[in-house]
């Protein structure tokens, strides 16, 4: 798979063809996005009194609400949307049937109404290619101003769990969620690194790489390692192979891993079971290390059980740990540390086939658009952009089995940036279909055949 050079352009209208409306309300979101994942309040505790998240959600609801009633926006339905609309309501008729019915509706009101909120907007406001790329930037520089700050802060007790590095950020880009959250955010990285030249952009994305890589090696994260490598493979694969900028992005990860294997703290390489240091040191960490797999293990296992045993509704949302630690007379279950699992134990068979169809569906469409024939270059940036999403998707799948993060920001990120993308896609080929009813005759039943594959 080769990609033509991409020449790009600053796409601010819609897929059908108008300019971009809810400008503010798109404001809101971005900064809703970069507030979600930042969590400005970990490196500034005062901000916590004012619950960004909280505003910036309410906020960009109402923006996006007299948007609509002012004929400035509408309301755009998509299957995925649906989908996940659905599984909240699966989750409230579950509550009834909880173990423990005020934790599952508590979590349902708080995380989980951020992340539906979250998601909702995305679906509404990322209708250009232009649009996503600046949601993207985001994210990178979330992760920027997370890994800066935390390299900054290292020595303070706060940011350490035992001998391992946690940082400063609480959720996704902290401890055991910061790799996944790489591995996920990796491949878009790559599709900015391609997309267009530009010697500060580099620079830019090279520090961010850096300094999130660094924050990774620290966190002596495994899932979060096995996770980057599977990314990394696939996103040189589908998206960097074959461009001019392709052996540049191998000469920097090379030099990036001779960095890491010379700088690497020991409790990385002990955890991993790679190299040691002084026995007793690597005995502990090594102890440490297999008493964490037994206790996975046994939490898949214990999760596995559970679905079987309450296949409709699960435990209720949120409930696994408390079920299990009060069953066993300890708050040690933290989590099944698999987010499928979580999903079956918590919330049924029904919830966790709605996630594998939601998953089923993002990567069908991003098939579906990266093979796209079309050559213009709006479509060029569109396809690599798709195959981004879809090295992101299967970067989750991956990822999601050494973590429980279901109701987490970072599975529905993904879905946000898929239905911009197929939105955008089907605009554009429903454009290039009207084009072609007017070109010759013979190109009439190709471009029908191309068109049937997008209804």
Not at 88 to 100: E, K, S
Not at 185 to 203: D, E, G, I, N
Not at 386 to 411: K, P, Q
Request: hydrophobic share 50%; charged share 15%; proline share 3%.
């Amino acid at each position: 798979m080769t990609h033509p050079p991409v020449t790009l352009h600053a796409d601010t209208r819609s897929p059908w063809g108008e300019p971009e409306k809810m400008n503010f309300t798109f404001l809101i979101v971005w900064l809703f996005v970069f507030e979600a994942f930042v969590r400005l309040e970990d490196i500034f505790p005062i901000i916590g009194s004012l619950h960004p998240v909280f505003v910036l959600g309410i906020g960009g609801t109402l923006a996006f609400a007299i948007s609509v009633i002012r004929g400035r926006g509408r309301f755009q339905y998509s299957t995925e949307l649906g989908m996940v609309l659905s599984l909240t309501v699966w989750f409230i008729l579950g509550i009834p049937f909880a173990y423990w019915r005020g934790g599952s509706l508590h979590l349902l009101i708080t995380d989980w109404s951020r992340t539906l909120l979250f998601f909702f907007l995305l679906t509404q406001v990322l209708t250009s290619v232009a649009r996503i790329r600046k949601i993207l930037w985001a994210v990178v520089l979330s992760e920027l101003v997370v890994s800066v700050a935390s390299l900054i802060g290292r020595g303070n007790l706060a940011y350490e769990v035992g001998e391992r590095f946690a940082g400063v950020n609480k959720g996704l880009l902290g401890w055991n969620f910061l790799g996944i959250t790489l591995s996920v955010t990796l491949p878009f990285v790559a599709y900015l690194y391609v997309s267009r030249r530009s010697l500060v952009r580099t620079c830019f994305l090279l520090a961010v790489l850096g300094c999130t890589g660094w924050m990774l090696v620290l966190t002596a994260s495994r899932g979060g390692v096995f996770g980057i490598a599977f990314s990394g493979v696939l996103s040189w694969w589908f998206i960097l192979r074959g461009t001019p900028r392709s052996r540049l992005s191998i000469i920097v990860l090379a030099l990036c891993l001779l960095v890491s294997v010379a700088k690497a703290p020991d409790v990385f390489w002990e955890r991993l079971s790679v190299w040691n240091g002084s026995d007793s040191q690597w005995n502990s960490t090594a102890a440490s290390a297999a008493e964490s797999a037994q206790g996975r293990e046994k939490l898949l296992k214990e999760s596995i059980l559970d679905t079987l045993h309450n296949p409709v509704f699960g435990l209720g949302i949120g409930n696994f740990a408390v079920y299990h630690g009060n069953n066993e007379g300890s708050t040690g279950s933290y989590g099944t540390h698999n987010t499928f699992t979580q999903i079956s134990s918590e919330g049924g068979l029904p919830a966790l086939l709605l996630i594998v169809l939601l998953v089923g569906v993002v990567i069908s469409h991003m098939k579906r658009v990266s093979s796209d024939p079309t050559n213009n270059a709006i479509d060029v940036e569109l396809r690599l952009l798709a195959r981004a999403t879809l090295v992101s998707t299967l970067a989750f799948v991956f990822s999601g089995f050494f973590a429980h993060i279901a109701y987490d920001y970072l599975l529905y990120y993904i879905v946000g940036i898929e239905i911009g993308v197929w939105t955008i896609a089907r605009g554009s080929f429903a454009a290039s279909r009207a084009e072609v009813k007017s070109s010759e005759r013979f190109h009439g039943p190709l471009w029908t055949r191309r068109v049937h594959q997008w209804r």
